[in-house]
């Protein structure tokens, strides 16, 4: 049984879908041996069998505080008190795990399928994501017009098939995160995976990663400067991030998600 806006009710309007969607969860009735909740706002879902739930968290708690202040202060301390009511608690984002004390499980991507897609053939500067305020699109936008490169802003100046992106991302100068905040995003992954040097924020997500990626921070002159340093850091940043996404492959992590089911099953 999949769970998501489509069978949950909730209020649509940007304040309130988080604190609704966890009300609205609340209101399932699910019969299952194991449930796996994949996001927080649904968390509510963990009270049908407390023992037996598994809760990830993907996008990390404190995007919600970030982008709706107080409601979102008010929202995150009632999904983590439900959250401490459920069998297990994990996230992709490693910080958020030690912090919380949860089970870090990294994000995923599948090596083989990004294998088998061809470079684009043309070399940019690339931003993937959505066009949310969240991902920073305007510091993107400043950075690349210092440099005055050719660059692709997928999902925001234009929306392209995911073999499309993949096939940019081999091919492609890097890839610059400029998120205020994330969890462990899947274009990382996907870069790694791609042989794509990525430029990203001195933010927890990306820290403990800081051999595999160049870091800068939150303004045009760093990121300026980390480009800079491409040329002499592109070779090890590569050969270090897909190191770290060949452990990453849904084949592997999901295995730990089958053992995280089997001791939720084994302990009730």
């Known amino acids: ?31 299952a041996d194991v449930i796996h909740i994949h996001n927080p706002k649904l968390v509510g879902i963990a009270l049908a069998k407390p023992s037996r739930c598994i809760i990830t968290v993907h996008g990390g708690m ?8 107080a409601l979102g202060k008010a929202s995150t301390s009632i999904m983590l008190a439900l959250m401490r009511m459920g069998g297990i608690a994990t996230s992709v984002m490693k910080w958020e795990a ?6 870090w499980v990294p994000n995923m991507t599948d090596l083989n399928a990004i294998r088998e897609i061809s470079p684009a053939g043309e070399s940019a500067i690339l931003f993937v994501g959505r066009n949310d305020p969240i991902k920073n699109y305007p510091l993107f936008r400043r950075v690349v017009e210092r440099l005055g490169r050719k660059y692709r802003a997928f999902g925001v100046e234009q929306v392209v098939s995911w073999e499309r992106v993949i096939s940019y991302m081999k091919s492609a100068e890097c890839l610059m995160i400029t998120s205020i905040w994330e969890g462990m ?10 042989g794509c040097p990525v430029i990203a924020p001195r933010i927890p997500a990306f820290t403990p990663f800081r051999d595999a990626l160049i870091l800068a921070d939150h303004n045009p002159d760093s990121y300026v400067e980390a480009y800079n340093r491409l040329d002499s850091l592109r070779d090890s940043v590569v050969a ?5 996404v060949e452990k990453l492959d849904y084949r592997v992590v999901t295995k730990q998600y089958m053992s995280l089911y089997e001791e939720l099953v084994t302990r009730s």
Do not use: H, Q
Not at 12 to 27: I, N, V
Not at 188 to 194: M, P
Not at 240 to 244: A, P, Q, S, T, V
């Open 1 to 31: 049984m999949v769970v998501d806006s489509s069978n949950t009710w909730y209020l649509d309007f940007p304040m309130l879908r988080a604190p609704s969607f966890t009300l609205g969860s609340l209101l399932k009735a699910i019969d």
């Open 62 to 69: 404190v995007e919600f505080s970030l982008k709706y202040g």
């Open 98 to 103: 030690e912090r919380n004390g949860w089970v």
């Open 185 to 194: 995003p899947s274009v990382l992954l996907e870069a790694w995976a791609s």
């Open 240 to 244: 270090r991030g897909y190191e770290l």
